[in-house]
């Protein structure tokens, strides 16, 4: 056939006419603002997401699930947020749960009962969650954690997960045998029916696997009408906040850059891309109305499980920092391991995330030491390495090299404005500013709310 074509048809074929495809303009409709995790998680972002919820209309969660923990401080009363996007306890604004995200429900109403019990009232008129979002089953937390112990067997290491079933129900998702909310709420045989198959392709490939399927899918009949008045195709949901009536939009990013499955220290990360590309897929909204990014970072540097961490201080520095800080795990209760800032990590999460600005948190926590180092690039066999490492085993060989501030030895956390800081701490900010390359617009001085200094 393709032997009797004229020339034209051929010229034709390979030069397809051009078709004039329209870029939404730049100028029409409401900009998404994110903020976005720039470490090891941890960072602060449930405080930095507090802050702006007040002002905002929407509060969306776009990826990860209730491996997530973000602490909120308000009026003496902490809340910890795991699936609920942290502005659900601000009256005037909705929460999205976007099909990013993957939703364990015993989960969702265990979060639910707690913070009810501590005051919140009227979520359900606040809640939206997406039909396109992926089901976590007890299940699949079993895998987790069986995962887990196949790892330290056969490797002698684990990647320390959440054992929340995160790893699995993303695996689940990319080969096309996960479950959906939409699932949930169409037929319940067919439901049943996929649900049976998942377990019984799960059970051969873990014998030791137990799961009481008849009983999960009994508890999730009643989730499911819960959940029923809340359910909405995410997509036109957030294609009506962007070109409805002027709307403040804001984004929740959970885990952080170093954890994302592409950019992180793979494979000791989690399994969503929890930089700025998971917005626009876990939300399903175009590039072009993400706003303002917002980097997150502690002042020094924590991470929880296992993995590389070139700064981390195995001594009497990263003890302080972990029990001035109250470094423990808000989902798990582990301890966090500590060290120095790191801007080489820095860096390079703002060349993914492409941050408009960023948060300095925990300034506080380093106000007691004499001296405080920030890593500022990394050496092998004394040369500079001019990027972050992919290999794992590189980066655990990195020598750090440090520049050496002296401390400023006072209180900071009562401190309101940038000309009430200390010079010396004045002057670790804008190293650190100037370093990376980004405005520092906050800098946290203390848990609260108002415990914050805002730069502009
Ligand atoms: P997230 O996961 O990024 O939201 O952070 P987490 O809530 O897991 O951990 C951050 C911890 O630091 C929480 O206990 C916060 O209350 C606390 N925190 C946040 N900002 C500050 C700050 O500026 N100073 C102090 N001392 N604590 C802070
Ligand atoms: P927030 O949103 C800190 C870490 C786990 C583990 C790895 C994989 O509170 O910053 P997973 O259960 O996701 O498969 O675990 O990722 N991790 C986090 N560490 N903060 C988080 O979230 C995290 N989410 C995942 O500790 O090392
Ligand atoms: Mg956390």
């Known amino acids: 056939m393709s032997s009797n074509r004229s020339a034209n048809d051929r010229k034709s074929f390979t030069n397809p006419p051009s078709v004039a495809l329209k870029r939404p303009r730049n100028d029409s409709g409401n900009k998404v603002t994110v903020v976005l995790g720039a470490q090891w998680g941890d960072e602060g972002k449930g405080k930095v997401v507090d802050l702006l919820a007040t002002e905002s209309d929407i509060v969306c969660r776009c990826q990860g699930g209730n491996n997530a923990g973000h602490t909120v401080v308000v009026d003496e009363k902490e809340y910890d947020f795991h699936l609920l996007p942290s502005g659900i306890i601000s009256t005037k604004c909705t929460s999205f749960i976007g099909n990013g995200v993957v939703i364990h429900l015993p989960g969702l109403f265990e979060e639910i009962d707690k913070n009810e019990k501590k005051g919140l009232k009227g979520w359900e008129k606040r809640l939206v969650i997406s039909d396109r979002a992926h089901i976590v089953f007890d299940f699949h937390q079993a895998v987790d954690g069986l995962q887990e112990v196949q790892r330290q067997a056969q490797?002698?290491?684990?990647?320390?997960?959440?054992?929340?079933?995160?790893?699995?129900?993303?695996?689940?998702?990319?080969?096309?045998?996960?479950?959906?909310i939409c699932d949930l709420m169409?037929?319940?045989?067919?439901?049943?029916?996929?649900?049976?198959?998942?377990?019984?392709?799960?059970?051969?490939?873990?014998?030791?696997?137990?799961?009481?399927?008849?009983?999960?899918?009994?508890?999730?009949?009643?989730?499911?009408?819960?959940?029923?008045?809340?359910?909405?195709?995410?997509?036109?949901?957030?294609?009506?906040?962007?070109h409805g009536p002027p709307k403040r939009i804001l984004v929740e990013?959970?885990?952080?850059?170093?954890?994302?499955?592409?950019?992180g220290t793979y494979p000791f990360v989690t399994s969503s891309n929890c930089t700025v590309g998971g917005v626009c897929t876990g939300l399903g909204i175009p590039p072009a109305y993400v706003g303002d990014v917002y980097g997150v970072s502690k002042a020094y540097t924590t991470r929880v499980g296992i993995g590389a961490f070139p700064t981390e201080q195995?001594?009497?520095?990263?003890?302080?920092?972990?029990?001035?800080?109250?470094?423990?795990?808000?989902?798990?209760?582990?301890?966090?391991?500590?060290g120095w800032l790191d801007l080489v990590i820095l860096k390079y999460a703002h060349m993914i995330n492409g941050f408009t600005a960023i948060a300095l948190t925990k300034l506080d926590i380093l106000d007691v030491l004499d001296e405080i180092k920030v890593g500022v690039a990394y050496k092998i066999n004394g040369k500079r390495v001019p990027y972050f490492p992919a290999n794992m085993e590189v980066l655990q060989k990195v020598e750090v090299e440090y520049e050496t501030f002296s401390g400023w030895k006072t209180d900071t956390s009562a401190v309101r404005n940038w000309?009430?800081?200390?010079?010396?701490?004045?002057?670790?900010?804008?190293?650190?500013?100037?370093?990376?390359?980004?405005?520092?617009?906050?800098?946290?001085?203390?848990?609260?709310r108002e415990c914050m200094i805002q730069m502009f």
């Not at 959440?162 to 790893?167: A, L």
């Not at 899918?217 to 294609?239: H, N, S, W």
């Not at 990013?253 to 950019?263: K, T, V």
């Not at 009430?420 to 520092?440: C, M, S, T, W």
Request: with cysteine.
């Open 155 to 180: 490797e002698g290491k684990n990647i320390g997960t959440t054992k929340k079933g995160i790893g699995p129900t993303y695996a689940c998702k990319a080969s096309r045998t996960g479950l959906r």
């Open 186 to 242: 169409a037929d319940y045989n067919e439901f049943s029916t996929r649900v049976k198959n998942l377990v019984q392709q799960y059970q051969s490939m873990y014998p030791a696997l137990k799961v009481d399927a008849d009983g999960e899918l009994k508890k999730l009949k009643e989730y499911a009408e819960r959940i029923r008045p809340l359910v909405r195709d995410g997509v036109y949901f957030m294609y009506d906040a962007i």
């Open 253 to 263: 990013g959970a885990n952080a850059a170093l954890l994302d499955i592409d950019f």
């Open 314 to 338: 195995l001594n009497a520095v990263g003890e302080l920092l972990q029990t001035r800080g109250h470094e423990v795990g808000v989902t798990t209760g582990r301890k966090r391991r500590c």
């Open 419 to 448: 000309n009430d800081l200390p010079p010396k701490a004045q002057n670790y900010i804008r190293f650190v500013e100037n370093h990376i390359g980004v405005p520092i617009k906050w800098v946290g001085v203390g848990k609260s």
